[in-house]
């Protein structure tokens, strides 16, 4: 097996237990990856945004959990554009199956094992 790819996890804290599935699923033994969450409860600070910007520019790609709460998280949106930035992959995958959210600028898919192993698989 290759080498584990570096993922970054944008998400909305309100979608906080979804991202703790998505990194579930990271824990499985034939997973080819690890992820990178940067959540906070605090106010985002230019501290906060450094580091974010140091660990989307380590990762390989970026997804992020799109749901109805990602149009009024202001730091999902500033890890996104961060990421746009930096110029790395990204890939939406919508949190929750009762939810197509749609975000402008996020190439986003339902959450399959199949879907997120495709998206890793082309870093």
Known sequence: MADKKVIFVAFAIEDERQRDFLKGQSLHPRAPYDFIDMSVKQPYDSGW????????????????????NSLTSTGQKWEIQCAKEEGKPIRGIWAYSSDRTVLPGVSTVTWTDQNINNFIDSL
Not at 49 to 68: A, E, H
């Open 49 to 68: 945004k450094d580091r974010v910007r140091t660990r989307i520019r380590r990762s390989d790609g970026v997804i992020i959990l799109v749901s109805r």
